[in-house]
Nanobody
């Protein structure tokens, strides 16, 4: 069964860093775009970042640009989200999601099919 699993969340102080991992099983990263999303209580889910199947194209929301970096490691079948300079407004449940693609398609232009369970990120003093 195709699955993605998030890990790496936790409690950090403002200005701190976390690295989230999205591990895929049952399929290869080679053929899937990966997106990171987050949802805070009472708010709609929003896209944070995504990476194309080739890794050549990435996208970031305005709120995280310059602070977050998405990358992929094909050997580990994992996509990472490095989060630096964290702010309290980054607090949310973070989800990774995957979609099969067979070409270099902008990863913020389509819906995702396979979703993880989410990992909690809390930024607070």
């Amino acid at each position: 069964q195709l699955q993605v699993v998030e890990s790496g969340g936790g409690l950090v102080q403002p200005g701190g860093s976390l690295r989230l991992s999205c591990a895929a099983s049952g399929f290869s990263l080679e053929y899937f775009a990966i997106g990171w999303f987050r949802q805070a209580p009472g708010k709609e889910r929003e896209g944070v970042s995504c990476i194309s199947y080739s890794g050549l194209t990435t996208n970031y929301s305005d709120s995280v640009k310059g602070r977050f970096t998405i990358s992929r490691d094909s050997a580990q079948n994992t996509v990472y989200l490095q989060m630096n300079s964290l702010k309290p407004e980054d607090t949310a449940v973070y989800y990774c999601a995957a979609r099969f693609v067979a070409a270099e398609i902008m990863c913020n232009t389509f819906e995702y099919d396979y979703w993880g369970q989410g990992t909690q990120v809390t930024v607070s003093s």
